[in-house]
């Protein structure tokens, strides 16, 4: 069975730093991608990352703040997020999938709160 867990999420101070990791159990995949839902907002893409870690890609929001980065090794996927702003509070989702934009799996979330 496939699963995608989620873990460290957390409540920080703006311009603090969290770390996300995301472990995928049961298959190995070759794109993984962040997603985030603010409270009363739809789900937005935050990146992806490639199978070989090269191809990465981020939403302009979190560009120069955010850092994707995955180990095949460990079937894990990271979100290193920096300079945090209170808008970057949102339940973040890891997402598993053979393509970008073809996700077939997501993680339950993990909260992020950035508080001002």
């Known amino acids: 069975q496939v699963q995608l867990a989620e873990s460290g999420g957390g409540l920080v101070q703006a311009g603090g730093s969290l770390g996300l990791s995301c472990a995928a159990s049961?298959?190995?995949?070759?794109?993984y991608a962040w997603f985030r839902r603010a409270p009363g907002k739809d789900r937005e893409f935050v990146a992806h990352i490639g199978w070989t870690g090269d191809t990465t890609y981020y939403a302009d929001s979190v560009k120069g703040r955010f850092t994707i980065s995955r180990s095949n090794a460990r079937n894990t996927v990271n979100l290193q997020m920096n300079s945090l702003k209170p808008e970057d509070t949102a339940v973040y989702y890891c997402?598993?999938?053979?393509?970008?934009?073809?996700?077939?799996?997501w993680g339950q979330g993990t909260q992020v709160t950035v508080s001002s």
């Open positions: 997402a598993a999938g053979p393509a970008i934009g073809n996700y077939h799996y």
């Open positions: 049961g298959r190995t995949f070759s794109v």
